[in-house]
C-alpha cells in the first residue's frame, strides 16, 4: 500500500539551484555590511612628552593667573605709596597729610619732594633722628589728593594667608606675594617693634614700602632694624610715630641731643640739684658742631632756668623768627660755659653732601681708647659700657695713658669718675658709681 504525500521538492533540481543562488546573495550581503575592525594605534613617544607636560601647563597657567591677580592687586594699592624722588625710595601714605618712609642713612633731610601722581609735591620732616628706624614727613600740599590706604593690625591676619608687599619703584609700581608667618618680637634700637613675619624675601630697594592683605589694608612697613631689613607691623608704626613727636624726640631729630634730668647720685656727684645733663650727642648734628660734651649741664635757656626737657621746647622748631642765636649757659666740672646756637637753618649746613674732591673717600681716624671686653657684673658693665666703645675722656679731661684708662674703669676704686664713650656716631657719657 501506497501512502501520498505529494510531490518530493528536496530532489527538484531547480529548487536546489534557487536555494544555491539565495544563499550566495545572502554570503555577499553580509561581507559588504561587515563593520570594519578597529585598529588601535600605538602610543607615540611624542605623545606621552605631551601628557607629561600637561601639570606644568596647569601649574604654568594657574602662575599666570596669579601673577595677573597680584598685579591688579598692586595697581589699585598704588595710590596709598608715593616715591621721595629726592632720597630715591618709596613711601607709605599714612594720613592725608603725612607719608611715613625707611630712615637708612645717618641724617634725614630736613625737606623731600614727593612725587605724586599729578606732579611733585615738597614735604618737610618732623620725625627722624638716627633713635628712630623710620622717617615721618608732612605734605600739606597731598592733602585731599592721594587717600591713604586703611591699616589693619597683623596679628588679626591667620598664618598662611596670601599678603603683597608693594612699593613704587623708579617709573612704577613694584611687588611681591607671600604668606603670613605671624608676628614676632624683635629689639630695634633701644626699643622694641614687633615684625610681620611672611615669606617675602626683603631687600633694601623694597625699603619704605608696606604688605598689604588682599582687600588693600595695610599691614606693616617695610623699615631697616638693627641691620636687617623686616617688615614691621603698623601698630608699632604708629608707636614710633608717637614716640617722634615727643619733646625729647624733637629735640634729639633736629640737634643731635639727649637731656634728661639728674638722678640723686649725678646731683650729689656734680654738686648741683637742677639743669638738664648731656646724655649723647650725635656726629654731624648741630649740638655737636656747637662744642656741646655729653656731662655738660644745661643750667639755662636764654637766662630762663632748665629743669625739664618741655623747657627745650622753644628748639624743636622755626618759633623764633626773630631770634638769630640761642644762648644755653651750662656747667661742665667745676667751669661754668656759654655756647652759642644757631636759632635757624640749622639743617641747612649739615644737609648739603660733602664735595667728593679728589674723588677718594677717607676713612676717620680712631679717637680714643678701645674697649676689647667687659668683665659681666663689672661697675663698667652696670654702667652700660659695651665692647667696643671708644672712651675718649673721664671727668672732662682726656686720658694721658691707657695706665690711666685702666685705673678709672678697675672695680677696686672707690671714687666714682664720668666716662664719655664714642659708639656708632654717636657720643654719650656715664658715670661709673
Not at 630712615?103 to 615738597?122: I, K, N, Q
Not at 628706624?133 to 600740599?141: E, H, I, K, Y
Not at 633694601?204 to 588682599?214: A, K, Q, Y
Not at 676689647?372 to 671708644?390: H, K, N, T
Amino acid at each position: 500500500m501506497t501512502v501520498g504525500g505529494g510531490p518530493d521538492d528536496s530532489r527538484n533540481p531547480r529548487y536546489i539551484l534557487i536555494l544555491a543562488i539565495a544563499a550566495g546573495l545572502i554570503l555577499s550581503i553580509g561581507w559588504v555590511l561587515k563593520p570594519a575592525e578597529l585598529v588601535s594605534e600605538p602610543v607615540t613617544a611624542a605623545s606621552q612628552q605631551e601628557l607629561s607636560r600637561l601639570p606644568a601647563l596647569t601649574q604654568r597657567r594657574e602662575l599666570e593667573e596669579m601673577t595677573e591677580f597680584f598685579g591688579g592687586l598692586a595697581a589699585d594699592l598704588a595710590s596709598g605709596l608715593v616715591r621721595l624722588r629726592s632720597v630715591g625710595r618709596s613711601a607709605v601714605v599714612w594720613s592725608a597729610d603725612r607719608v611715613v618712609t625707611a630712615r637708612v642713612a645717618w641724617r634725614f633731610p630736613a625737606a623731600v619732594t614727593v612725587a605724586g601722581s599729578e606732579g611733585d609735591v615738597g614735604a618737610y620732616t618732623n620725625v627722624a633722628g638716627p633713635h628712630l628706624p623710620l622717617a615721618g614727613m608732612r605734605t600739606p600740599q597731598l592733602a585731599g589728593r592721594v587717600p591713604p590706604p586703611r591699616r589693619r593690625s597683623a596679628d588679626e591676619v591667620e598664618t598662611g594667608r596670601w599678603v603683597l608687599a608693594a612699593w613704587q619703584a623708579e617709573n612704577q609700581i613694584a611687588f611681591a606675594p607671600g604668606t603670613s608667618l605671624g608676628t614676632v618680637a624683635r629689639p630695634c634700637g633701644q626699643r622694641r617693634v614687633d615684625e610681620f613675619v611672611t615669606t617675602i624675601p626683603i631687600s633694601p630697594t623694597m625699603l619704605g614700602g608696606g604688605v598689604f592683605d588682599l582687600d588693600g589694608n595695610l599691614l606693616a612697613v617695610l623699615l631697616h632694624c638693627d641691620g636687617h631689613d623686616i617688615a614691621v607691623t603698623a601698630t608699632s608704626v604708629a608707636e614710633l610715630l608717637a614716640e617722634g613727636e615727643t619733646h625729647d624726640s624733637r629735640v634729639r631729630a633736629r640737634w643731635g641731643l639727649r637731656v634728661d634730668r639728674l638722678n640723686p647720685i649725678e646731683s650729689f656727684y656734680f654738686g648741683l640739684s637742677g639743669g638738664l645733663m648731656v646724655r649723647e650727642l650725635w656726629e654731624r648734628y648741630p649740638a655737636a658742631a656747637t662744642g656741646l660734651r655729653p656731662g655738660d649741664i644745661l643750667v639755662s635757656l636764654d637766662g630762663a632756668p632748665l629743669d625739664t626737657v618741655e623747657s627745650l621746647r622753644i628748639l624743636e622748631g622755626d618759633e623764633a623768627s626773630n631770634q638769630e642765636t640761642f644762648w644755653l649757659e651750662a656747667r661742665r666740672g667745676v667751669e661754668t660755659v656759654s655756647i652759642a646756637l644757631p636759632a635757624r637753618n640749622i639743617d641747612t649746613r649739615l644737609d648739603v653732601p660733602s664735595p667728593i674732591g679728589t674723588g677718594l673717600v677717607w676713612e676717620q681716624p680712631a679717637v680714643g681708647y678701645l674697649i676689647a671686653s667687659v668683665q659681666v657684673g663689672s661697675r663698667a658693665a652696670e654702667a652700660g659700657v659695651l665692647p667696643g666703645d671708644r672712651l675718649i675722656r673721664v671727668d672732662h679731661a682726656e686720658p694721658a695713658s691707657l695706665d690711666e684708662v685702666r685705673a678709672v674703669l678697675a672695680d677696686d676704686r672707690s671714687e666714682p669718675a664720668f666716662i664719655e664713650l664714642v659708639r656708632d656716631g654717636r657720643t654719650r657719657g656715664v658715670l661709673l658709681q
